[in-house]
């Protein structure tokens, strides 16, 4: 059986009927909402959140009839959500979980890897023959043998790992190096100010001079812009620092674009001018900071002048940045995770986060870095109940880097081999590093691979068994949020679609088949969510299931205004914020990678592969054919320059290549990019695609300098004309 001829108890014809196509479509309309509630008294109105790996973590309503949602909508009461989805999940409901290609049944493979060619099973069947399968791996190559590759396709604590991470350490796998997204970035933070948690996103209106430091905001936290149009609106200048002219960056009063991974040198460079120039809050500084005088001196080789034409911006430039940041007031820099993907990403989050420190920003409500959230509900919740990660299983087990997968699958050394995958919440032939690399991994006849999903996607093609997975509407989660401070309950709204069931389940079910009786499978999704309120944080106060399961969310209680770092209080050692740090070794630093001069006259032109897609979330919805429309197909971006010196026109068709790989893209000539600089989108299947790849079959699946994150964009191509 191929793609999209599984059987589905509900057509997309009824789906229609019920009248949710036109409710979504206005599913910012409470009126309507209102006007149905009234129709019938069997209406239900069931809260949850969205569950994509999104800083935003949208509240929403979901109206239930007879089993089936009649009306999807954000919340209008939280108003971090302000009663808006994004363009990627206004349809949720008809574009995944009633979607027709939706996977309903287990399945089984009938063709050769790769094909998509399945045939459905029985869960019974298909637990069977895994749980053999598995154990005779296990009998023959160890527990370690055994690879989870579980990521964040959907964040909900339950979900994303509550059972999965019980089971696996039950069974002693290896595990999942889980750092292409953040790592790295958390890495170069935390080594300043001992955490990622700063300014709450809210308090940006405060700010009044803005610098958006490589995030992608319209498209990547669509939430947090109207709060930064509002402190425009109130008077705040908005720099954008992004070597690709990203939508953001069009929007802002000023674009400084950089040349990519340079971001140390520039930040280290504008830290020589405000010290030189005595631009600093030296209160501050005394303070509340340690290594104020080692980085003076660590900073002199890093005048403007100096770093200039590495940067690509004018010694001026730099300056001027510098001065006008350390006179706005409040000044506030938000960061994410775009320039993690670089080879030094952890040492530019190092020497960012140190900047509001040197100008005692943090004084100030809405000054100082924006950076994550997540250790507010970390901290507040009772986590070890969540996943007993920390009681369970063998600390010594090695692990695998969900970055170099490809490496590993292929590794004829490593002992013992990987011989089982199991894929959930993820689709790394799509996400990962190096794809052909992976693919040629996933190929392999003796890798026994399983895979959890809602669709055949690019990894699921290469599956031996397939199973059904929830959607969000359909199961428990409890959601937690590394963009803002608010916390959602999801609650089931509708029963699973045919024979889908949640990820806990699989698990909890396979435990069963494999003979497990241990207590902490018997705990159901709700049971593990109450427990993780066990807890009298105060940032919990008056939170409970119960008040959660009447309004579907809840901010934390953090104390107001929110100024953490006013008088120091860094979570570090010293209580102070670290400008040097303490082992006087893990400095930021520049060190470019050192390509061989064939390599670099062979392919000349730094490839990003960025999430520019509006449209896509990574990779998922990127099969969602009114979405795949919208975003239309993939483009090169290139400069003139480039352009020119291979003949190539605006519009035309190019191959993008190599040593890795090769693929086929519209060519779009233009400044978004500059000279020497190519960019192209990544979230594409590779399987829609005419050449059968997609961004990351350029990529390189080389490490950060520190955190162990993925130096994606440390990829070097050459563009030709076809033809
Ligand atoms: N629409 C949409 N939204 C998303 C996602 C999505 O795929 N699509 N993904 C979600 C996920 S998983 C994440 S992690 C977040 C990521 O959120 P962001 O961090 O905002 O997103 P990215 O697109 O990874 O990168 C942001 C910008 O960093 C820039 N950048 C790359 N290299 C450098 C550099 O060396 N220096 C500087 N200054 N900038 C650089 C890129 O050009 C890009 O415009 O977004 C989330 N939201
Ligand atoms: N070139 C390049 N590569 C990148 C990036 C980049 O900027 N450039 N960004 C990186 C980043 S920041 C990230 S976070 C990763 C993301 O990489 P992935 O984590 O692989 O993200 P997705 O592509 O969204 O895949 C998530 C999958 O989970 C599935 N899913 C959703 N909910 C559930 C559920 O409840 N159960 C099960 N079983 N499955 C579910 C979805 O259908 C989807 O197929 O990609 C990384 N790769
Ligand atoms: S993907 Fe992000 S912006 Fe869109 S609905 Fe989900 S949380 Fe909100
Ligand atoms: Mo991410």
Not at 466 to 476: G, K, M, R, S, V
Request: hydrophobic share 35%; proline share 6%; aromatic share 8%.
């Amino acid at each position: 059986m191929t793609k999209g001829q599984t059987t589905h108890p509900f057509t997309r014809r009824q789906f229609l009927e019920t009248g949710i196509l036109g409710a979504t479509v206005v599913g910012l309309s409470s009126t309507l909402v209102g006007q149905y509630a009234c129709t019938s008294n069997r209406d239900k109105m069931v809260y949850g959140a969205c569950y994509h790996d999104c800083p935003d973590c949208c509240s929403w309503e979901v109206t239930v009839n007879q089993g089936q949602v009649t009306q999807f909508q954000a919340s209008t009461s939280n108003p971090f959500t302000a009663g808006k989805l994004c363009n990627k999940m206004d349809k949720f409901p008809l574009e995944v979980t009633y979607h027709p290609s939706r996977i309903l049944t287990p399945l089984k493979r009938t063709g050769p890897k790769g094909s998509g060619e399945f045939t459905p099973i029985s869960w019974e069947q298909g637990l069977k023959e895994v749980a053999a399968k598995v154990q005779e791996n296990i009998n023959a190559f160890g527990a370690q043998s055994v690879l989870p590759f579980g990521y964040a396709g959907t964040e909900g604590l339950i979900q994303n790992g509550a059972m999965s991470a019980r089971f696996f350490a039950r069974l002693g796998a290896s595990k999942l190096g889980r750092t292409i997204c953040g790592e790295a970035a958390a890495t170069g933070t935390g080594a300043v100010l001992g955490c990622t948690t700063g300014v709450l996103p809210q308090d940006c209106v405060h700010a009044r001079y803005l610098i958006l430091w490589g995030t992608n905001t319209i498209n990547s936290n669509q939430h947090l812009w109207p709060l930064v149009q509002q402190a425009r609106q109130q008077g705040a200048k908005l720099v954008v620092i992004d070597p690709y002219r990203s939508r953001t960056a069009q929007e802002a009063d000023w674009h400084i674009q950089t040349r990519p991974g340079t971001d140390v040198l520039l930040a280290l460079s504008l830290i020589q001018v405000l010290l030189e120039e005595r631009l600093y809050d030296e209160e501050y500084l005394r303070n509340y900071t340690t290594g104020w005088e080692s980085l003076t001196t660590y900073v002199r080789d890093y005048a403007p002048e100096q770093v200039s034409p590495t940067v690509g911006l004018t010694a001026d430039t730099i300056r001027t940045l510098a001065r006008e940041y350390a006179q706005g007031n409040p000044s506030l820099i938000r960061v994410l995770i775009g320039m993690e993907h670089q080879a030094n990403g952890a040492s530019a989050f190092q020497a960012i986060a140190m900047l509001p420190a040197i100008t005692g920003a943090w004084r100030h409500l809405g000054g100082g870095l924006l950076h994550y959230t997540y250790e507010l509900a970390g901290q507040a919740l009772n986590w070890d109940r969540l996943a007993l990660d920390g009681t369970l299983g063998d600390p010594n087990v090695r692990e695998i880097s969900m970055i170099q997968i490809g490496q590993s699958l292929n590794d004829n050394e490593l002992a013992p081999p990987i011989k089982t995958l199991f894929v959930y919440n993820a689709n790394p032939a799509v996400t990962a590093p190096n794809q052909n690399l992976v693919l040629q991994g996933l190929r392999r006849e003796d890798l026994f691979t399983v895979v959890l999903e809602h669709f055949i996607t690019d990894t699921a093609r290469y599956a031996d068994y397939i199973f059904p997975a929830t959607t969000q509407l359909e199961h428990w989660d409890l959601m937690t949020s590394w963009g803002q401070d608010y916390i959602n309950l999801n609650e089931p709204a509708i029963p699973p679609l045919g024979e889908a069931k949640s990820n806990s389940d699989f698990f909890r079910l396979l435990a069963k088949e494999l003979g497990w009786t241990e207590d902490y499978f018997q705990e159901t999704d709700e049971d593990i969510i109450r427990s993780a309120f066990n807890t009298d944080h105060p940032f919990l106060k008056g939170i409970t299931f119960k008040s959660l399961r009447q309004k579907g969310w809840a901010r934390l209680n953090l104390p107001q205004p929110w100024i953490p770092f006013k008088e120091g209080h860094f979570p570090t050692e010293s209580g102070k914020c670290q400008l040097f740090p303490p082992d006087g070794v893990t400095l930021p630093v520049y060190q470019p990678v050192e390509h061989a001069a064939e390599e670099l006259e062979s392919f000349p032109l730094q490839m990003m592969a960025i999430k520019s897609t509006s449209h896509f979330l990574n990779s998922s919805h990127a099969n969602a054919e009114r979405l795949i429309e919208a975003e239309g197909a993939p483009h090169l971006d290139i400069h003139p320059d480039d352009a020119a010196s291979r003949q190539i026109s605006d519009g035309e068709t190019v191959l993008v290549f190599n040593q890795r790989g090769d693929l086929q893209l519209t060519a779009r000539i233009g400044d978004n990019v500059l000279p020497g600089v190519v960019s192209m989108p990544q979230g594409y299947w590779s399987s829609l695609l005419p050449g059968k790849s997609s961004a990351n079959a350029l990529t390189t699946d080389r490490f950060t300098d520190r955190g162990h994150g993925a130096a994606l964009q440390e990829t070097w191509v050459q563009v030709q004309k076809i033809g």
